[in-house]
Every structure is written in C-alpha cells, then in structure tokens.
C-alpha cells in the first residue's frame, strides 16, 4: 500500500544514506540486509509479499484481519516481558514460549510464527525475524523508514510473564510501560503506533467483543480505527472527534477500555499531539526502533543495517575439468535506474593480489533483474556473471586454479565514456579461493540422488571437510515446530582413499537421497590448522544429472552406509534439517 500523501515529507527525509560502516563480506550483514531491503521484484525476499496488500491474511475469513497486524502486535508482546532495570527479557523470541498464557491468547503468535521462522538462518535470529516482519508490516502500509539492527539471540526458556491486559488499571499500565523503559507519553504513543493497524475479535475475546453475526466476519473483528491495515492518525483522531468504534476505547465492558484510560491519561495532551500527520510518523518510527532493540543484558546489536551501493551475491568458485575455475554470481547496485546505454565491467586480480592482463568481463542485465525498496520507491539494478540460463546470456569467468582470484571490483559506464570505478574504497570485493570451493562433480538425479562434491586443494590437509546445513531445532513431521529456532547441524565429508583430481584440487564427494531436497542453504567447510574456510553451495544449472555410477562415496559422517546423517554432535538429523531431510544412500 503506498503511504499517504500526509507522510510523504517524512518518507522524504528518512530514506537511508548510502554511507555504510560495514565492508563486504559479512554473512549476517549481508543476510540482515537483503532481508531488510530487498523488497519487491529480483531476489526479491519473502517476507513482503505476505502483507502485500495490507489487507492480506493468511489463516481463514479475514474479517477486517490482517497479517500485518498479527506481526505487529507479536512483536510487542515478545518485548512486553521486558525489565529494562534487570536486563531481562525483551525481543528474544521467547514468546514462542509463552503462546499458552492469557495474556497472549488468540493465534495471531503462531500466524507470525509460521511465517517468520522460515526466513530465520544462522545469520539471522528468530527474534531478528520477528522485529523485521513487524518492521516490514509498518513500512509496506504507510509507516517512515524504521531504523533497524540484528544480532538479537533467541531464548531458550520462557520469560517471566508481564504483557499489559485490556482489564488493568491505569496504574498498572503505567507501571508495565515503565518497567520496559517508556514513560506515560510514550506509552500512549506506542499503543497508538500498534492500534492504527488491526483490531480485537470475539472469538478470542468474548468479554470485549459481543457476538457479530456476519459470514464474512466469523472472527468477529471489530477495528480500532476505519482503516485498520493502514499507517494513519485515525486511531487518534477517530478518538478525538467521537467517532471511534474502538473496542478498547467505547467497548460495552467498560473494564477493558484500556485504550480510553491509556489515551486520556494526560487529559488528552499526548493524542492531540500525535493526531498530527508528521510528528506521528515520527514519534512511531523512533518509539519501534526502540521497541525492537529492548534485549536482555549481554546482547550487542549490530550496526542500523543500511544497504551497500554495490554488493555481489551468490558468488561461487566452480572447479571444472583439468585446471579450469568458473566464478559465478551477480552484483546488485542500489538506487540505480535503468539506463540502456550502461556497461557495466567486472575487474579481478589473482590469488596474489595481482591484476592480470584480460582479468575483466563484461557484465549481463535482463529486463527482470530490477528489484524495488518500495519506502520511497527505490530501484536496484542487478547484473549478472552467471553460467547460461534462457534469460540471462552471461557466461561464468574463467579462471586457471594456479592462479584464481583474490577479489573483485566493477566499473560502471553510463553511457559517456567516463566509467565509475566500485571498489569499497580501494579494498575491493574479496573472493574466498583458500583451498576449497565446489566441484563440477557436483550432480543431481531428482528424485533419487544429490552428489555434493567438494573440490580441495591438494596436499592443503584440512582436519575435516564437512557440509553445514541451516534447519531448525525441531520440527512437526515436515513442518518447523513453533517452538523451533534456527539450527546449524553439521555432516561430515569422508576423505576418499584414493580421490580424482582436478588440477591441483581433489574430489571429495558425499551422496545423498533427493527425495526431500529443498533447495535449503547450506555452505561446505573445512578445517585447516589456521582455521576454518567456508564457501556457499548454490545450485547452478550446469550440474550435471547423475546418470549412471557415481565417484560419491555412499556414507555419512558416522561412516554408516544406510538410516538418517548422523551430526557430529550424535543427535540424528530425524528430518529436522531441510536440505538433508532424506536418508544417506
């Protein structure tokens, strides 16, 4: 839903300056950030298309119901237990833990559940998730930029209880908001920020909302103003004029008008103030921003995310027959328009930090490949070094193994001869070549077999090579439990006796059932002496099927040959983990 033209001039002033304190590559920023900002259109994340309309909902008869609102209002609900003294509680998706309370009743957790603990992955919390959806859902329907930052950690026990509840008093109310750091005025404007999306429904709240009788509202949701999946003022001035219909404002119960006492605490001071367009928009963005960052003692939040000008993606050193590496990926540039005259180059320089001779390419763009950060409508462009696919015409660089590739950079010609060199500040976009990358022995036969094969440089001695999956730390059959958080698990790689080679690299190769492969990320590894190197895995289209026999050896890392992977920790994957969610072969 586009903003209102009343927060226009505070979308204006609150789009984000390409000034960036973090370097390429960081995994989690890298991650925090594509979540954060890639919105709309290529490599578009999936958050956004849930609340796209504002309207939309996602779990039976809406009723006026929205998924936006459910985020928002489990955002809060996972910070209420928040004890700014003690340093307790706060955003760290403990609320997951606390569904079964009163004070949290309804399913409008567990909707949010199941969309947010999908996206969550080593690099980003459950907790980070479920303050980026509730982000999301205000920015998609009309709220300013909210500043934002990871590293929240998830808890793994409950918290004490402590969410405010329509029936207490105002004192109490005052006290909750207290206890997690806001004072009487800005309770009242955290409580409106929240209401101008959604309602209350008689289904879960009988003593708030009589019987409505309406097949296309069998929720009974009655809004708290008219127009509940869009970020306004009319909560406020709805309240003001007489002509809310707010359930906790003018509701039959008088004992669970908790938003009239709330609003009309300071004799309306606080309201009248924020029924103005701009300093509501304002007074939200700052108040959820702290909201968000409410965490326990000892969690250290990164840096507010702001989107890189130039960032690679998806960059994966294939080796090839003989001594032939392929480097494929793409680069997305933010705030860039589309411009047919454009050339964009890719440089690099070798192992040895040198720039060779002929070391660029020219790169591919697609009329698809615009991707939209629709707070202020922003458009990236993203071009592309992939190997051949029916859309984009690039093929993968090719480089020899004795010399690969140290790191990147681009220049960006517009069209009038004067090319633009990205290069963050001279450092340039550094490529991971350090012994290990994947093979092009890599091979899948859905549905019956995947050949992971893993390409380490001969005679470098790694202690081990192993595959780390992204999943979850438990699961319903096939399903993410609700009370899951993100879970890296582990699957070694045996060393063959007697490995093929390509070039100075050996092959080693793990082969699994492809029965229930998902496309899940995972990364191989390995363990050297001076530490661990890791590289993406990213399914290319030139793998091969794999017909026939196989170079795999057909083991797991407890060296069984037959049942589920075994981690190294000994638990059995028991389908937890997405990508390895079949058996070993």
Request: aromatic residues 8%; contains cysteine; proline residues 6%.
């Amino acid at each position: 839903m586009k903003p209102t033209p009343a927060f226009a001039l505070a979308l204006s002033v609150s789009l984000p300056h390409l000034v960036s304190a973090w370097t390429w590559p960081n995994p989690q920023l890298d991650e925090l950030e594509s979540q954060r900002y890639d919105r709309v259109g290529y490599n578009a994340r999936t958050m956004t298309a849930s609340v796209k309309p504002c309207t939309r909902f996602d779990f039976g008869v809406s009723g006026g119901r929205s998924n936006a609102a459910d985020w928002i209002r489990t955002a809060y609900h996972d910070m209420a237990t928040f004890d700014s003294g003690a340093g307790t509680g706060g955003m760290d998706a403990s609320i997951r833990l606390e569904r079964d309370r009163p004070e949290n009743v309804g399913d409008a957790i567990a909707n949010t559940l199941n969309v947010a603990n999908v996206a969550s992955n080593r690099y980003v919390s459950l907790a980070d998730e479920l303050a980026l959806a509730a982000l999301i859902a205000m920015e998609e329907c009309g709220s300013p930029q909210i500043d934002y930052k990871g590293g929240r950690v998830d808890a793994t026990v409950a918290n004490v209880a402590g969410v405010p509840q329509p029936q207490d008093t105002l004192d109490s109310h005052i006290a909750s908001f207290a206890r997690q750091g806001f004072t009487q005025e800005e309770m009242i404007g955290l409580v409106g920020c929240g209401h101008t999306f959604g309602g209350t429904q008689h289904e879960f709240f009988p003593d708030i909302v009589p019987p409505i009788s309406d097949p296309s509202n069998t929720p009974g949701q009655v809004l708290f103003d008219t127009t509940g999946a869009t970020f306004d003022t009319k909560v406020f001035t709805e309240y003001l004029d007489g002509s809310t219909k707010n359930p906790l404002v003018v509701g039959f119960n008088d004992t669970t008008n908790s938003d009239k006492r709330i609003f009309a605490s300071d004799n309306n001071a606080t309201v009248t103030k924020l029924s103005d367009p701009g300093t509501f928009a304002s007074t939200c963005a700052s108040l959820m921003a702290r909201m968000f960052n409410s965490v326990p003692k000892g969690v250290t939040l990164t840096e507010v995310i702001q989107p890189l000008p130039v960032k690679p993606h998806a960059m994966q050193l294939i080796h090839g027959n003989g001594s032939l590496v392929q480097l494929s990926g793409e680069v997305r540039f933010w705030n860039m328009q589309e411009n047919p005259q454009r050339t964009v180059k890719m440089l690099w320089a070798d192992s040895t930090g040198t720039q060779c001779s002929n070391c660029s390419a020219t790169l591919s763009h697609a009329t698809n490949q615009v991707s939209t950060f629709t707070v202020g409508n922003v458009t990236s462009m993203w071009y592309s070094f992939m190997p051949p696919t029916a859309n984009l015409k690039s093929s993968p660089i090719a480089l020899d193994d004795s010399q690969s590739i140290a790191k990147v950079w681009f220049e960006v010609d517009e069209g009038d001869g004067k090319p633009v060199t990205q290069d963050q500040g001279g450092a340039g976009f550094a490529v991971q070549d350090n012994r290990l990358m994947v093979s092009n022995n890599t091979c899948m036969a859905f549905p019956t077999k995947v050949v992971i094969a893993a390409a380490v440089r001969t005679g470098s001695n790694p202690k081990r090579v192993y595959i780390k999956a992204d999943g979850f730390s438990a699961m319903n059959g096939s399903s993410i439990s609700l009370e899951a958080i993100p879970a890296t698990q582990t699957y070694d790689i045996p060393q063959p006796s007697s490995p093929q080679t390509q070039g100075n690299y050996d092959i080693w190769p793990l082969t699994l059932s492809a029965s229930n492969w998902t496309n899940g990320p995972f990364n191989i590894a390995a363990d050297f002496d001076d530490g661990t190197v890791e590289t993406p895995f990213i399914v290319q289209p030139q793998y091969p099927s794999c017909l026939g026999g196989s170079v795999a050896s057909s083991v797991s890392s407890s060296g069984a040959s037959a049942g589920a992977p075994t981690a190294t920790d000994g638990s059995s994957q028991s389908g937890a983990f997405a990508v390895f969610s079949a058996l070993a072969l």
